[in-house]
C-alpha cells in the first residue's frame, strides 16, 4: 500500500507552531520571544525570501531553544528544504562560530533566514533595552557572525 504524504503545513500552520512552541519564552529584555520570530519571519519575506524560508524563519530558534525537539521536525510536514534550513541556522553545543557559518553558507536558503535573524538580533532599538554589559557582548557576537558570513555591517 502507498504511504500518502501529510498535506505540507501552512504559513499559518507553522505560525501558530511557533508561538505556541515558545509561549512561555521571553527575549533578554522581556519581550514575548513570539515578537523575534514574527520580526525574522518578516526580515526574510521583506528580503524576497520564499515560503519555505518564512516557515523556517518562524521555526529558526524552536529546536535550538528546545521549543520543539528535533523529533519533531523530522515528522513534521514541512518541506525537506524547510527542515534543512532550519537544521542549518541552529547552533549544535561546542561548535565553532566558523563552523556554524559554513554551515549555513552552505545550505540553500539559510543565509536569507540568518541575515534577517542577525538584523533583528543587532536593531539598535532592541539593543537599547539590555543593560550595558549584554548589550556589548551581543553586539560583538553578532558584528563577528556577519563578518563570517561575509555581510556589511549593519
Do not use: C
Request: charged residues 25%; without cysteine; proline residues 5%.
Amino acid at each position: 500500500m502507498t504511504k500518502i504524504p501529510p498535506t505540507p503545513l501552512t504559513l499559518a500552520e507553522v505560525e501558530a507552531a511557533a508561538r505556541a512552541a515558545h509561549a512561555t519564552q521571553t527575549d533578554k529584555a522581556g519581550r514575548p520571544y513570539a515578537e523575534h520570530l514574527q520580526a525574522v519571519a518578516e526580515g526574510v519575506r521583506a528580503r524576497g525570501g520564499d515560503a519555505e524560508q518564512i516557515a523556517a524563519a518562524w521555526l529558526h530558534d524552536a529546536v535550538e531553544d528546545d521549543a520543539l525537539s528535533a523529533h519533531w521536525l523530522a515528522e513534521a510536514a514541512l518541506s525537506p528544504r524547510t527542515k534543512d534550513i532550519v537544521l542549518a541556522v541552529t547552533k549544535r553545543a561546542g561548535e565553532t562560530q566558523e563552523a556554524y557559518a559554513r554551515r549555513i553558507l552552505e545550505t540553500p536558503g539559510a543565509f536569507l533566514v540568518k541575515e534577517a535573524d542577525l538584523a533583528h538580533n543587532a536593531d539598535p532599538a532592541r539593543l537599547a533595552a539590555l543593560d550595558a554589559t549584554t548589550r556589548a557582548r551581543l553586539t560583538d557576537k553578532y558584528a563577528a557572525m556577519r563578518a563570517l558570513l561575509g555581510l556589511q555591517e549593519a
